[in-house]
C-alpha cells in the first residue's frame, strides 16, 4: 500500500465507510468509445492501491457485461470493495436496443438473481433502484428492496435520480444508505429539494457524472470529437451552439486550476467533494474512468481545498449551462419535482 490513500467517508447513517471517492465503472463496457480491458484493470487495481473502495457498476451497463467484466477484480480482493450495483432499466424482448423502466417485484427478483449470477458474489453491498417507474408507489419498491436485505442478497439499500419526497417516502420503508444522482459544476438541481432531504435523513450523496460526463476536464468539446458510438453525442449539452457556450463556461474552472497547480478535472472533483462540507452531509463522487493515471488525478482532487474566493468564481457557472442534462428531463428528479 502507498501512503497516498484517500480519506474515508460513512456511506450514509447505515452504511460502510469507503473511501471519499468511489470509481464509475460504466465506461469500462459501455456508452464511452472503446475500452481496452487491460488497461481497465489496471484502473481498477491503481484505484484500490490509492483506497478507492466504492465501485460503481448497473446491470444496465452493456445488458449484464459491465458486471461480469468486474467480477474477477471483485472477487480477488472482496473484503475491500464495496460492490454497488443497480436495477430498473430492463431490455424489453422485442427490441434489445431500447431500455424501459421497471420498478414491480418480479423485474426486481429476476434482476439481483442475474446481478448476483454475473457479478458471482454471494451478496450486493449497496443495491440501487436506477430510475424511478412514477406507475408503482415508491415504498412498494423499495418494501421489495428491503425483503432483499432480510434475505441477505443485498446489505444497503440505495436510490437513483430520486427527488426529495420519492427519497423521504422510501426512507419511511427501510433505511437507504445513498442517493446517486448527477451533481457536478454544470449540473446542480438536486441542491434544492433533494441535498436538503438527503442531508435531514442521514442520506449520503453519491454524485454520478461529477466530472460533467468528461466534458470539465476540457478532454472533448464537442459531439464531434467523440466516437461514433459514444451516447454523449445525444446529449443536448454537447451538441451545436450549445457545446460552443458550454465550452466557454471552462474558464474560470482553468483560472482555479491554474492556481492550485492542478488540472480542470481535479477543481471539478474538489468543488464536488466541498459541497459535503457546505450542505453538511457525506458526498462519495464516483468519478469514471478507464485509465490508471486518470484515477491517480481524479483521487489527487480530494486534497484540494477550493477558498470562499474561488468558491464564489465558481458558483455562477451551472446557471449560464445550455441545454438539459438530458434530453427527456423525466428521466432525471428535476423533471419529478
Ligand atoms: N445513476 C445514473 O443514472 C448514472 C448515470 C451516469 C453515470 N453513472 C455512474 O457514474 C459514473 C461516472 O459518471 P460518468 O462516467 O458519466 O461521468 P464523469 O465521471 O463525469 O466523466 C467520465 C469521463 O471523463 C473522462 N475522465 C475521467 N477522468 C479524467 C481525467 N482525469 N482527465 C480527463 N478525462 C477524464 C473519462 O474518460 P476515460 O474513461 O477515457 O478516462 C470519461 O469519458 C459512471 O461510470 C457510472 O458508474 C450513473
Not at 480477488?76 to 422485442?94: C, Q, S, Y
Not at 466534458?215 to 464531434?224: H, I, M, P, Q, W
Not at 463522487?285 to 491517480?296: D, N, Q, S
Amino acid at each position: 500500500m502507498t501512503d497516498s490513500r484517500i480519506a474515508t467517508a460513512r456511506l450514509g447513517a447505515t452504511g460502510p465507510e469507503v473511501g471519499v471517492q468511489g470509481l464509475g465503472c460504466m465506461g469500462m463496457s459501455f456508452g464511452y468509445g472503446p475500452a481496452d480491458a487491460d488497461e481497465s484493470r489496471a484502473t481498477l487495481e491503481r484505484a484500490l492501491e490509492l483506497g478507492v473502495t466504492l465501485y460503481d457498476t448497473a446491470d444496465a451497463y452493456g445488458a449484464g457485461e459491465n458486471e461480469r467484466f468486474l467480477s474477477p477484480f471483485f472477487k480477488a480482493h472482496r473484503d475491500e470493495v464495496v460492490i454497488a450495483t443497480k436495477f430498473a432499466l430492463a431490455i424489453p424482448p422485442d427490441d434489445p436496443t431500447r431500455r424501459v423502466i421497471r420498478n414491480d417485484e418480479p423485474y426486481i427478483r429476476q434482476a439481483v438473481e442475474a446481478s448476483l449470477r454475473r457479478l458471482d458474489v454471494d451478496v450486493i453491498d449497496l443495491y440501487y433502484m436506477h430510475r424511478r417507474d412514477v406507475n408503482i408507489p415508491i415504498e412498494e419498491t423499495v418494501a421489495v428492496m428491503a425483503d432483499l436485505v432480510r434475505e441477505g442478497k443485498v446489505k444497503h439499500l440505495g436510490l437513483s435520480e430520486v427527488t426529495g419526497a420519492e427519497l423521504r417516502a422510501a426512507q419511511g420503508v427501510h433505511p437507504i444508505a445513498a442517493v446517486q444522482s448527477e451533481w457536478s459544476l454544470f449540473s446542480r438541481d438536486i441542491e434544492a429539494n433533494v441535498v436538503p432531504t438527503a442531508r435531514e435523513l442521514g442520506v449520503a450523496l453519491v454524485p454520478y457524472s461529477p466530472l460533467g460526463r468528461g466534458f470539465l476536464t476540457g478532454s472533448f468539446a464537442k459531439a464531434e470529437d467523440l466516437t461514433t458510438d459514444d451516447f454523449r453525442r445525444q446529449q443536448p449539452r454537447f451538441t451545436g451552439e450549445n457545446a460552443t457556450t458550454n465550452a466557454a463556461l471552462l474558464t474560470p474552472i482553468r483560472t482555479v486550476a491554474e492556481a492550485h497547480g492542478s488540472t480542470p478535472g481535479q477543481i471539478a472533483l474538489a468543488w464536488v467533494q466541498q459541497q459535503a462540507a457546505l450542505h453538511g452531509l457525506p458526498v462519495i463522487p464516483i468519478p469514471g474512468t478507464r485509465k490508471a493515471t486518470r484515477v491517480e488525478e481524479n483521487a489527487g482532487a480530494t486534497r484540494i481545498v477550493l477558498t470562499e474566493e474561488e468558491l464564489a468564481l465558481l458558483d455562477p457557472i451551472a446557471a449560464q449551462v445550455a441545454g438539459d442534462r438530458y434530453a427527456d428531463m423525466r428521466f432525471a428528479s428535476a423533471g419529478r419535482e
